[in-house]
């Protein structure tokens, strides 16, 4: 127990070194090692409840031994005494068998100006050293997984880029956002979306080399920092490398739950030259990676957000917007069961003056990605429409089908829209029916779900585009308001040869019409596909085998010679 010093009476402010007494109580009680050294380095005085802290040594131990001798294994210790011996008082924090000393030298001169004699003086700051350290670990790493956060990936990767350079090697950088994790944390609830993080990060972690870093951005987007890479591939490698390690299942508190993932890949100084530009190009990789789904990605100037040919394509598509500059091409639809063309599906183009006739695919992810989707859309609306009413004035019963992205079923305000426009056209909802992918409605389940219903309650068919291309199938199919389902071509395009594609589209055939949904065949481009769906009971065909994509002069011929 401490003891409790008190003032004698009449002490008259005497000098604390000259009570003996009191100078011993603060010695005893404080975290402090005290040391008197003779010119030599032998230890003359040794004080302090501190000395217990570091060492199974007395005080009548260490005296008359050489300073050098009782801290062998702190070199520390020996450089500041030679500097005190050599006149110089010096502070500095050392570290004696695991306790830290914010340790104070003074040398004491004697008349003729020489050293006499060094006092030490060492305050034990373990606790507050820990505390520190406790608190830095904290600012520098994910609460929930213990992965480093983004600041201390961050300095990691402006060390490494810097290093690399030095020694002409490779420094990786992958980012990570699991797929569907919303998904989870809306069917689970947020307990077993965290065990999911923190298994997910486990599983990274026990993938990627020792010398790695992994670190959580944040929600569901984690990253990995490989340095001093001699392969350029071994980034590409080791992505798919977690990719696979995440697909399989996780078993939580009872729940089997499965997860796709997308990685964005970029290396130095292969794609960047510097930290900061190195982590934007794996961005843009994993912007890539989530819009085409392909898992894996590295970077691409041509796929990259700020790359100045974008950003002069994202101008003139604005222009082209606004300007009514963009075309609208159809492509009928074939029902099996009637023989007639009952619907035309909307595909816009793009007639840039430079660069041809531009695709959805090179332009539809631009503007989602810049907002320029919502007037996009309203356009492609309104040309439906326009053909709707053409169709509708010469006695045709054909739909227009339209594509809606993923942005489309996040605007809460589009179904009402959408109903504004067919009204002032002088139609019903019979007029239109909107396709949609999977992964456009996984974006956003929610919302996503939301959209569609109330679509669906205005009366609008609605069709569920790329199917078997997405990642919840047969979870999501029985619960989407859909009327139509279709089979994504890369299962159609060589069924007549390939028995798996075959019993692919067999299945989804017959998965669709148990939930009562028409099937539809895209890519059918050959007789011999047609006449097997035919036989497998499908309803719908779309491909270049009934017709290709044409703009409305066109169709129209091509549907009165039909008549004809």
């Known amino acids: 127990m401490a003891r409790v010093l008190q003032k004698p009476p009449g002490d008259g402010g005497q000098d604390l070194a000259a009570r003996p007494d009191r100078l011993r109580a603060v010695l005893d009680n404080a975290p402090l090692v005290l040391f008197a050294l003779d010119p030599s380095g032998i230890v003359t005085v040794c004080e302090g409840s501190g000395l217990a802290g570091v060492s199974s040594q007395t005080a009548a131990d260490v ?9 062998a294994n702190v070199p520390d210790v020996r450089a500041l005494v030679h500097g005190a011996l050599a006149g110089h008082e010096r502070e500095m924090v050392i570290e004696v068998d695991g306790r830290y000393f914010d340790t104070r030298v003074t040398p004491v001169f004697d008349e003729t100006g020489g050293v006499a004699e060094v006092i030490a003086v060492g305050t034990d700051i373990t606790d507050r050293r820990r505390t520190e350290e406790a608190l830095l670990h904290q600012a520098m790493h994910d609460a929930l997984t213990g992965l480093a956060n983004r600041s201390l990936f961050e300095r990691w990767l402006a060390d490494e880029v810097v290093r690399a350079a030095d020694e002409r090697m490779m420094v990786g950088a992958l980012l990570l956002d699991l797929v569907d994790f ?10 077993v979306g965290d065990e999911l993080l923190r298994q997910a990060a486990a599983r990274i972690k026990a993938t990627v080399p020792e010398a790695a870093l992994v670190a959580r951005f944040g929600g569901d987007d984690f990253a990995v920092l490989l340095p001093g890479l001699s392969q350029k591939d071994a980034p590409v490698v080791l992505a798919r490398l977690i990719v696979e390690a995440l697909q399989e299942p996780f078993s939580i508190t009872g729940n089997v739950v499965s997860l796709m993932c997308s990685v964005g890949v970029a290396s130095f100084p292969r794609h960047a030259a510097d930290a900061d530009t190195l982590l934007r190009r794996a961005e843009s990789a994993l912007e890539t990676a989530g819009r085409s789904a392909v898992g894996v990605a590295v970077y691409s100037r041509e796929e990259d957000e700020f790359n100045p040919r974008r950003l002069t394509l994202l101008g003139q598509l604005r222009r082209a917007i ?4 963009l075309v609208q091409h159809y492509q009928p639809k074939l029902s099996l069961r009637t023989g007639r063309v009952e619907s035309v599906e909307a595909l816009v183009r793009w007639p840039h003056p430079e660069h041809g006739l531009i695709p959805p695919g090179d332009f539809i992810a631009l503007a989602e990605q810049t907002g320029l989707i919502r ?16 169709f509708s004035d010469a006695g045709e019963e054909i739909r227009v089908a339209l594509n809606l992205s993923a942005r489309d079923l996040q605007d809460p305000h589009l179904p009402l829209a959408i109903e504004k426009q067919v009204g002032e056209h002088g139609l019903g909802s019979s007029s239109l029916e909107f396709e949609l992918t999977e992964s456009a409605v996984m974006a956003d389940p929610v919302r996503g779900m939301d959209t569609l219903k109330r679509l669906s309650e205005m009366g609008f068919a609605l069709s569920i585009d790329d199917f078997g291309t997405g990642y919840s199938s047969l979870s999501y199919l029985q619960r989407l308001p859909a009327d139509e389902v279709k089979i994504d071509q890369s299962f159609v395009k060589d ?40 036989g497998m009971g499908c309803d719908v065909l779309q491909g270049y085998q009934v017709c290709r994509p044409l703009p409305a002069p066109d169709l129209t011929s091509w549907l009165e010679q039909r008549r004809n």
Not at 375 to 390: H, K, S, Y
């Open 63 to 71: 005296v008359g031994r050489s300073v050098y001798d009782v801290f």
């Open 182 to 191: 919303r998904h989870v944390n809306n069917c689970y609830g947020h307990a």
């Open 322 to 325: 606004t300007e009514g500059e």
């Open 375 to 390: 007037p996009l859309t309203v356009w492609a609306i309104g040309e439906a429409l326009r053909q709707a009413r053409r």
């Open 495 to 534: 069924m007549v040869h390939d028995e798996y594609d075959r019993a692919i589209v067999r299945a989804t055939i017959d998965l669709g019409h148990k939930l009562h949904m028409s099937v539809v065949a895209e890519g059918v481009e050959d007789s011999a596909t047609r006449e097997l769906l035919a």
